[in-house]
């Protein structure tokens, strides 16, 4: 038998159950409902749903079928008209059986009372001693290593002892079946100190255009938290909430792909479980914002990258923790490293948690489908993902909304990461800082050689009419100068603190210019007057006519 597509809604007098049998025989089909259970058959679909409210036979049901779609509407009457009955969009629980309601023993002992005579007299059989012997070997050391568990609620064990080398790259924790939880923590704290790029981070809070135009994105459930917070003064119930996250064909399919379970959790479980939630809704909100919504082949590498929870087996305290943990991987391994999208992902989580549990199951299925794509990623669907979804499902809407308080309370600072990123912004504004009085000098420096050319080109006339001068001495076998005054200046400068080079040498350095050079040292006393004053000030003082 299949199960066919369906859907339910609902007003305040009647529930009203949508399914799709695109091939089923119409002059057969079968419906029966009482009370919350409700069935129907139509070979070769089979539906049986455990309604989250009475339903009654009472005259007024009805029913219709659509054969161009394939599709049976049933209207059927609520016991107590206006009833609300909550979770119709939660598909899994609504496929499971109702639970057994009794008081009867669940396992009993049969035939106790014929015991016969015989029974005891096998009791009093001599032994065997001839059975097979195995000789006693003692336990090695690794044997008496208890297991350590991970996966949804720490329910696994022995997981990777045959996988460890097929799945190495999803995990970054080595032989997780006997790594305590403790020494887990530890291999985590010092991969990630060692994994901290300083020159990436401070290349990202410098030239922050990419990371500003990723925080302006607005994901889905930004418009449905607005939308919430709107209607929050007139109506309080969760399930008007719900209503503002539908599920896509895609979705509903997912939830009835699942198969409904029970899960026996302590109080310690059932704590952890709740905890790793935020952690795996922390990494999703990330991935979802820098990738404004569209999955790419890296989409799950960062989402299993940035949670503790996927790739360490993290156990969780308390939100602190991990808050910083968070923290601490995004400025370590994403290409966006900065504290701005730590705080953004928190706020988002915090918004699909007040969504209630429609939101986080929309996000834990996005979750799925993007592991499922991921050839190496698929084993965290089994260990995690898909218990999520049918655990969800089944959560206290109030215990999410006093999650997201938690979170709220919880604040996170740069200097708890552990990084010493303030010491490291410090550090860096002060170079850039010194790099910018370095500068300023340095083209003040210039707008005086600049002048320099210019009170120079006024005795180009000059320079021309004593050519023949200089050429005339040269010949004569006087020594060869050079543009001497340029060059003199340029080193004087260089002496006084700024970074002017000498002057460079043209082809004519080596014709002797005496008269261009008296001329530069009657020049040179009133660049030494007002050079030291420039070079107090950290700048020289600007050239005056």
């Not at 990723?214 to 909430?241: I, R």
């Not at 915090?350 to 549990?357: D, F, P, R």
Request: aromatic content about 8%.
């Amino acid at each position: 038998m299949l199960t066919p597509a369906f859907d339910l809604s609902q007003d305040p007098d009647f529930l009203t159950i949508a399914i799709r049998v695109p091939y089923a025989r119409v002059s057969e089909f079968d419906v029966y409902f009482e009370g919350v259970d409700f069935r129907f058959h139509a070979r070769p679909y089979f539906l049986r749903l455990t309604l989250p409210g009475r339903i009654v036979e009472n005259g007024s049901e009805r029913g219709s079928y659509d054969a161009d779609k394939g599709l049976f509407t049933i209207h059927l009457p609520k016991e107590t008209p206006g009833q609300h009955f909550e979770g119709l969009n939660m598909l899994t629980a609504l496929l499971a059986p109702r639970k057994c309601r009794t008081a009867k023993r669940l396992v009993e002992e049969i035939g106790t009372s014929e015991v016969s005579e015989e029974g005891a007299e096998d009791d009093d059989e001599e032994f065997d001693w001839a059975i097979e012997q195995v000789p006693c070997t003692e336990a090695s050391g690794s044997a008496l290593v208890p297991q350590c568990h991970y996966g949804f609620g720490d329910l696994r064990s022995g997981v990777f002892q045959r996988l460890q080398d097929e799945f190495s790259d999803v995990v970054d924790v080595k032989d997780p079946d006997f790594t305590p939880a403790a020494e887990r923590r530890q291999k985590r704290l010092a991969a990630e100190l060692a994994k901290f790029d300083p020159d990436h981070y401070l290349a990202d809070f410098f030239e922050d255009e990419a990371i500003e135009q990723v925080l302006k994105y607005h994901p889905w459930w930004t418009d449905a938290y607005s939308k919430m917070m709107a209607s929050l003064g007139k109506s309080q119930e969760q399930e008007t909430h719900a209503a503002l996250v539908p599920f896509s064909e895609e979705e509903k399919y997912q939830l009835r792909k699942f198969v409904n379970k029970s899960y026996l959790l302590d109080k310690r479980a059932h704590r952890q479980v709740y905890l790793s939630l935020i952690d795996i809704l922390l990494a999703y909100c990330y991935e979802t914002r820098v990738t404004e919504g569209e999955r790419n082949v890296e989409s799950a590498w960062n989402i299993r990258k940035l949670s503790p929870t996927l790739c360490w087996f993290e156990s969780w305290t308390n939100v602190h923790e991990i808050l910083v943990s968070f923290g601490r991987r995004v400025l370590c391994y994403p290409l966006h490293r900065h504290f701005k999208l730590v705080t953004k992902a928190c706020r988002d989580t915090m918004k699909i948690l007040h969504l209630g549990k429609s939101a986080v199951l929309k996000c834990l299925l996005d979750i799925h489908r993007v592991f499922q794509e991921s050839d190496p990623a698929y084993i965290l669907n089994d260990l995690y993902i898909s218990d999520y979804c049918v655990w969800i499902q089944k959560a206290k809407s109030r215990r999410l909304t006093a999650l997201a308080e938690a979170l709220r309370e919880a604040p996170l600072t740069k200097a708890q990461l552990g990084l010493e990123l303030d010491e490291l912004e410090a550090a860096a504004l002060l170079v850039q800082q010194e790099e910018a009085a370095r500068e300023a000098p340095g083209s003040e420096a210039g707008g005086v050689r600049e002048s320099d050319g210019t009170s120079s080109s006024e005795t180009e006339d000059a320079d021309s009419e004593l050519d023949g001068v200089g050429a005339r001495e040269s010949a004569a076998g006087g020594p060869p100068q050079g543009r001497r005054p340029e060059r003199s200046s340029a080193l004087l400068l260089g002496d006084r603190g700024l970074c002017g080079s000498p002057g460079p040498r043209g082809p004519a350095a080596g014709q002797g210019r005496p008269l261009i050079e008296e001329l530069g040292e009657q020049l040179t006393p009133a660049r030494r007057d007002s050079g030291p004053q420039g070079c107090a000030a950290g700048a020289p003082a600007p050239a005056t006519d």
